[in-house]
């Protein structure tokens, strides 16, 4: 099965933090019996370098581990290695595309919240381009043909629809149907294939959530966020600012996004109701935004 390289880098370090914790050691003290520096270790528990096995090994050997738990650990260090296929796309991937692309590579299911844009997993090449054109007006993109940008983003969604691929869920703001991100023609198309999506059965669910929608206790999503559960490794959260998108791995950080999402799931409308929606809106689209 897939296996997401952040997430194992991440489920390595956290373990390994755990298992100095049980041998009280302070990391000086581990370095020092593993032969390393204590920089280095702390890269490693840090999840900002993944360690080579000769280096792991030597860690494992100072723990006492040994057994299964040695070999399960030499095996998420190696899948933390391993290249994505996303790496071969360079810039035209970019970085931050690049982190949701691990994210839900070997995911089981991808849930997504957005307020402004359409999802990447869920854009159309027109879509993908206006936005990259728009970017790249606002120097906020390299000098990168646009032909591989967008050919980078459909590559992550054949991925997404791998014959063992997560299942996907989208719960998108009305206003992203109703306020203008691209041309009138451009937004037209994709709000119809939004609202094919929608009526579709299968691993994609895109739901709307209307403005006037009741959330509980006005608790009010600040950000667009995305949720992964993984088969042998704890779920993750990635929160999309304005400047970078953070990652959360640890249950305390997760925990509440899951539970806003349950929140506007539940106020969303029925993909039915979604559907009809997005066909309204491209309609007005279609007349350039005017009813």
Do not use: C
């Amino acid at each position: 099965m897939p296996t997401s390289p952040l997430i194992r880098r991440r489920s390595l370090a956290r373990e390994l933090r755990r298992l100095r914790d049980t041998a009280e050691l302070t990391s000086a003290e581990l370095a020092a019996r593993a032969r390393m520096s204590r920089p280095k270790l702390s890269r490693f528990e840090t999840a900002e370098r993944v360690p080579s096995v000769p280096d792991l090994s030597a860690i494992l050997a100072a723990l006492d581990v040994t057994g299964d738990h040695w070999h399960n650990l030499i095996q998420t260090a190696k899948d933390a290695a391993e290249r994505g296929w996303w790496e071969s796309y360079g810039a035209a991937m970019g970085d931050r595309q690049a982190v949701y692309a691990d994210l839900e590579h070997g995911a089981r299911t991808v849930r997504e919240y957005q307020l402004f844009v359409v999802p990447g997993l869920l854009q159309t090449p027109a879509y993908t381009r206006a936005r990259a054109e728009l970017a790249r007006k606002q120097a906020r993109l390299p000098d990168v043909d646009l032909d591989r940008i967008v050919e980078a983003k459909m590559m992550r969604q054949r991925m997404l629809t791998r014959p063992d691929g997560p299942q996907y869920e989208a719960v998108i703001e009305e206003v992203v149907a109703l306020r203008p991100a691209a041309p009138p023609t451009v937004m037209r198309e994709q709000l119809l294939h939004l609202a094919d999506l929608a009526e579709q059965a299968g691993p994609t669910t895109v739901r709307v959530l209307p403005t006037r929608a009741q959330l509980p206790h006005h608790w009010l999503p600040r950000s667009p966020f995305s949720l992964y559960e993984y088969r042998d490794d704890p779920p993750a959260a990635a929160v999309d600012t304005e400047t970078t998108d953070l990652v959360y791995t640890e249950s305390r950080e997760v925990a509440p996004y899951a539970e806003l999402y349950q929140h506007v799931r539940n106020a969303a409308l029925s993909p039915a109701d979604s559907a009809a929606l997005l066909r309204d809106a491209a309609t007005t689209a279609d007349r350039g935004g005017h009813p």
